[in-house]
């Protein structure tokens, strides 16, 4: 099916989430009318002061796994992107996490079905925890790729399985339920998914307090605290993949608007990281403006000389939707100079 290009009206769910908030600026940017979805009209009077477009509109879901919650937002719109999904491991109960996941994408793909079934495209926005599976060092990881182990595991160790397993058994069920509503329903309209791994990359969403940052974010900030700074083989090994927030909305924009999309599943990353890998990057660039480099930890140089990482490729992404992912230096600067300027660093 062809690509939805602008002036389309494009529905983002969850638009004040670190990502959907630079997904809706970029489409705004390249001319799209968007209309988002927030939980509070606190979130949507800030949405609003931060794109000041009348391009950008809003309506209030307060509840995405609500019966119908989705019906309203969908009327009128040429596409959907979905990216609205919780992204914690703190959750007791597997359902915690996982109901919201595939009750939010089941809702949305009804509601579509239901009220606008003549819509164009749904990109959603699943992860590479759909992907990911106990592997050897040095393993290469395509979208060809399904996470069959954390499932296993929620499923025989219930509340007791690892936080981590029951967050990726939530982005595995997800992004199935979608190409299994794809399959059965066979709707007129194609499917994209995006998977990407940990997002880096500056903040425009609005965050008031430092507890209140996403789950990644939060994660780097306090690994460059000298509280919390990495040291050693802690600092050496693999700690995971990453790619810049502002990439990824390039990634789910392009995803959107080319043809070639439709039907598609796509990795979405820049590549590995350890720690040393992030510090050394920041430290590379030599003296930046806004940043104390003396504050930032140097970890242990050379600790990370012989690891060998597991590598999701996003060569499908680069090739078809024609991204190039920006380097770990320039991420790790403007994160770090976003995190200061809310005053969290």
Same mark, same amino acid.
């Given at each position: 099916?062809?690509?939805?290009?602008?002036?389309?009206?494009?529905?983002?769910?969850?638009?004040?989430?670190?990502?959907?908030?630079?997904?809706?600026? #970029?489409?705004?940017? &390249?001319?799209?009318?968007? &209309?988002?979805? %927030?939980?509070?009209?606190?979130?949507?009077?800030?949405?609003?002061?931060?794109?000041?477009?009348?391009?950008?509109?809003?309506?209030?879901?307060?509840?995405?796994?609500?019966?119908?919650?989705? @019906?309203?937002?969908?009327?009128? %719109? $040429?596409?959907?992107?979905?990216?609205?999904? /919780?992204?914690?491991?703190?959750?007791?109960?597997?359902?915690?996490?996982?109901?919201?996941?595939?009750?939010?994408?089941?809702?949305?793909?009804?509601? #579509?079905?239901?009220?606008?079934?003549?819509?164009?495209?749904?990109?959603?926005?699943?992860?590479?925890?759909?992907?990911?599976?106990?592997?050897?060092?040095?393993?290469?990881?395509?979208?060809?790729?399904?996470?069959?182990?954390?499932? *296993?595991?929620?499923?025989?160790?219930?509340?007791?399985?690892?936080?981590? *397993?029951?967050?990726?058994?939530?982005? #595995?069920?997800?992004?199935?339920?979608?190409?299994?509503?794809?399959?059965?329903?066979?709707?007129?309209? $194609?499917?994209?998914?995006?998977? /990407?791994?940990?997002?880096?990359?500056?903040?425009?969403?609005?965050?008031?307090?430092?507890?209140?940052?996403?789950?990644?974010?939060?994660?780097?900030?306090?690994?460059?605290?000298?509280?919390?700074?990495?040291?050693?083989?802690?600092? +050496?090994?693999?700690?995971?993949?990453?790619?810049?927030?502002?990439?990824?909305?390039?990634?789910?924009?392009?995803?959107?608007?080319?043809?070639?999309?439709? +039907?598609?599943?796509?990795?979405?990353?820049? +590549?590995?990281?350890?720690?040393?890998?992030?510090?050394?990057?920041?430290?590379?660039?030599?003296?930046?403006?806004?940043? @104390?480099?003396?504050? #930032?930890?140097?970890?242990? /140089?050379?600790? $990370? &000389?012989?690891?060998?990482?597991?590598?999701?490729?996003?060569?499908?992404?680069?090739?078809?939707? +024609?991204?190039?992912?920006?380097?770990?230096?320039?991420?790790?600067? $403007?994160?770090?100079?976003?995190?200061?300027?809310?005053?969290?660093?």
């Amino acid at each position: 099916m062809p690509g939805v290009l602008p002036p389309a009206l494009v529905l983002v769910t969850g638009a004040s989430g670190f990502l959907a908030a630079h997904v809706c600026q #970029v489409l705004l940017e &390249r001319g799209y009318k968007v &209309r988002g979805t %927030v939980r509070t009209e606190e979130k949507a009077h800030y949405l609003l002061s931060l794109f000041s477009s009348p391009n950008f509109s809003y309506i209030l879901v307060p509840d995405i796994q609500a019966p119908t919650a989705f @019906d309203q937002a969908v009327k009128g %719109v $040429d596409a959907v992107l979905h990216t609205a999904s /919780p992204f914690h491991s703190r959750a007791v109960e597997p359902e915690e996490v996982i109901g919201p996941a595939v009750e939010g994408t089941r809702g949305v793909l009804e509601s #579509v079905q239901k009220i606008n079934p003549s819509i164009k495209r749904i990109v959603i926005t699943s992860s590479i925890a759909s992907i990911r599976m106990p592997c050897t060092p040095g393993t290469v990881f395509t979208e060809s790729t399904w996470n069959t182990h954390s499932p *296993d595991v929620v499923a025989r160790e219930g509340v007791n399985a690892p936080g981590i *397993d029951k967050y990726r058994t939530s982005k #595995v069920f997800a992004e199935k339920v979608a190409w299994e509503f794809v399959q059965t329903e066979k709707p007129s309209w $194609d499917l994209v998914t995006i998977c /990407p791994p940990m997002i880096f990359g500056p903040l425009i969403h609005g965050v008031s307090a430092v507890e209140n940052l996403n789950t990644s974010t939060a994660a780097l900030r306090d690994g460059f605290t000298a509280e919390g700074a990495k040291t050693g083989t802690e600092a +050496g090994k693999q700690a995971g993949t990453w790619v810049d927030v502002r990439d990824v909305a390039l990634v789910h924009v392009e995803a959107l608007a080319q043809d070639r999309a439709g +039907g598609q599943r796509y990795i979405s990353a820049a +590549g590995p990281y350890s720690w040393q890998m992030l510090y050394d990057s920041v430290h590379a660039l030599g003296k930046v403006e806004g940043l @104390d480099m003396e504050k #930032v930890p140097r970890g242990t /140089p050379g600790s $990370d &000389r012989e690891t060998v990482y597991d590598v999701y490729s996003s060569k499908k992404a680069e090739e078809e939707l +024609g991204v190039r992912f920006r380097s770990m230096g320039e991420s790790m600067k $403007d994160t770090l100079l976003s995190l200061r300027e809310y005053g969290f660093h």
